[in-house]
């Protein structure tokens, strides 16, 4: 089932904002008898045959204890180091230690000579799809 969420303006010719639905766009939303949206959702295993097609879902669909899953995307942090991905332990900040933020160790002696996948180091954090 497709439900869309926030109006958008008319087709227009030679628009350049993002404000305007395209052609495409327009005769999607025609068909279905509804002004066209800004966004599309799709949502599966729902039985169709409660809903018409241009049907207006609202809250009032949903009763108090009912349980949903909502997804969407987190919050981008960037590139972030060991200690804050991955909550590891810092090093001593003073006497003389050149090592304060660094993810310390990573590999193992010459038995193994690499570093085993999924090593836990800095990078992207954050941007991922979640389901609460």
Known sequence: ????????????????????????????????????????????????????????????????GDIIDVTGTSKGKGFQGAIKRHGQARGPMAHGSHFHRAPGSVGTASDASRVFKGQKMPGRMGGNTVTV
């Not at 087709?11 to 495409?24: E, G, L, Q, R, V």
């Open 1 to 64: 089932i497709q439900v869309g969420f926030e109006d958008k303006k008319a087709y227009k010719k030679d628009a350049k904002s993002n404000k305007y639905a395209n052609k495409p766009a327009e005769g999607h939303a025609k068909k279905a008898g509804a002004a066209p949206k800004r966004f599309i959702r799709e949502f599966r295993n729902v039985n169709v045959d409660e809903y018409e097609v241009g049907q207006e879902v609202t809250v009032d669909t949903f009763e108090a």
